[in-house]
């Protein structure tokens, strides 16, 4: 029930205390960056894959740190692990930017602010598309509720808050300006999160066909069309199989409403899994 717990505190918190997203700054994680590259970067083998070995030494020194406070109190534990959870799990954060932008789009408001639309989808910051880009966004909705909501879950899961914190730092590097990395090191990362998002990627898919109309889902991802990029084919998979599952006909804003209902349905169809493998004793 420990994980289930968290889970379930951590989202009642953010959803009633939304000045939480103030203390989820990426300058934070790029503080952490800036010191190991100053403790560690005259490594020739670090050098040449600093971002790599950043990840990778963060995720194993976190699982020791964590492992230790286990060890010592599972009180402290507890409450280190939902700061982390806190600091990663952005469900409200990014329902209440959804809810932003359908509130703009409801009252006609063309010159919708950017900074907006890229929040809610920052893997569409280089997009060269200057026409329908209201619609772009819309459609990403569902990818980027990935890195804010189910690639959490599925590696807090899986691994634990080491993972989900290294999870979050890996986005952030990525999608984040604070970070000033070069095309083809962002290119080398954007291949890693295909592996690392494929499998929340595919779940969520599959989750739209119990939520919702099962055979119209399914009928969508046995006929999807992927491009041969790998990022860009996890992209396309969820946004593609959220396409069933929403009217592309209605306006902007009742889309977001949509898919606002259709990722909260999603939300609870894996909280109540968890809910069932924590009542099993299979999730302690």
């Given at each position: 029930?420990?994980?289930?717990?968290?889970?379930?505190?951590a989202?009642?918190?953010?959803?009633?205390?939304?000045d939480?997203?103030?203390?989820?700054?990426?300058?934070i994680?790029?503080?952490?960056?800036?010191?190991?590259?100053?403790?560690?970067?005259?490594?020739?083998?670090?050098?040449k894959?600093?971002?790599?070995?950043?990840?990778?030494?963060?995720?194993?020194?976190?699982?020791?740190?964590?492992?230790l406070i286990?060890?010592?109190?599972?009180?402290?534990?507890?409450?280190?692990?939902?700061?982390?959870?806190?600091?990663?799990?952005?469900?409200?954060?990014?329902?209440?930017?959804?809810?932003?932008?359908?509130?703009?789009?409801?009252?006609?408001?063309?010159?919708?602010?950017?900074s907006l639309?890229?929040?809610?989808?920052?893997?569409?910051?280089?997009?060269r598309?200057?026409?329908?880009?209201?619609?772009?966004?819309?459609?990403?909705?569902?990818f980027?509720?990935?890195?804010?909501?189910?690639g959490?879950?599925?590696?807090?899961?899986?691994?634990?808050?080491?993972?989900?914190?290294?999870?979050?730092?890996?986005?952030?590097?990525?999608?984040?300006?604070?970070?000033?990395?070069p095309a083809?090191?962002?290119q080398?990362?954007?291949?890693?999160?295909?592996?690392?998002?494929?499998?929340?990627?595919?779940?969520?898919s599959y989750?739209?066909?119990?939520?919702?109309?099962?055979?119209?889902?399914?009928?969508?991802?046995n006929?999807l069309?992927?491009?041969?990029?790998s990022?860009?084919?996890?992209?396309?998979?969820?946004?593609?199989t959220?396409?069933?599952?929403?009217?592309?006909?209605l306006?902007?804003?009742?889309?977001?409403?949509?898919?606002?209902?259709i990722?909260?349905?999603?939300?609870i169809?894996?909280?109540?899994?968890?809910?069932?493998?924590?009542?099993?004793?299979?999730?302690?």
């Amino acid at each position: 029930m420990f994980t289930l717990s968290i889970i379930i505190l951590a989202l009642t918190i953010e959803y009633f205390y939304d000045d939480i997203k103030n203390f989820r700054s990426a300058i934070i994680i790029n503080d952490i960056f800036s010191l190991f590259q100053n403790k560690l970067n005259n490594i020739s083998l670090i050098k040449k894959n600093t971002y790599i070995a950043f990840l990778i030494l963060f995720l194993l020194i976190s699982m020791i740190i964590m492992t230790l406070i286990k060890s010592i109190s599972l009180i402290i534990f507890f409450i280190v692990t939902l700061m982390i959870v806190l600091y990663c799990l952005r469900t409200n954060q990014y329902n209440r930017d959804m809810e932003e932008l359908k509130i703009k789009l409801e009252f006609n408001n063309s010159d919708v602010d950017k900074s907006l639309l890229y929040r809610l989808c920052p893997n569409l910051k280089q997009t060269r598309i200057k026409s329908n880009l209201n619609s772009l966004i819309i459609q990403n909705l569902f990818f980027n509720s990935i890195a804010n909501t189910f690639g959490i879950l599925f590696y807090f899961l899986l691994i634990g808050p080491a993972a989900v914190l290294t999870y979050t730092i890996l986005n952030t590097m990525i999608y984040s300006e604070k970070f000033k990395l070069p095309a083809k090191t962002r290119q080398d990362l954007r291949e890693y999160m295909y592996f690392i998002d494929y499998i929340p990627v595919r779940l969520t898919s599959y989750t739209f066909s119990v939520i919702s109309n099962y055979d119209k889902v399914i009928d969508r991802i046995n006929n999807l069309k992927l491009s041969n990029n790998s990022y860009l084919s996890n992209v396309e998979f969820i946004n593609q199989t959220g396409d069933s599952v929403y009217d592309s006909e209605l306006k902007e804003s009742e889309q977001i409403i949509q898919i606002q209902n259709i990722l909260a349905r999603t939300l609870i169809a894996w909280v109540s899994i968890i809910t069932l493998l924590s009542v099993s004793g299979i999730l302690v």
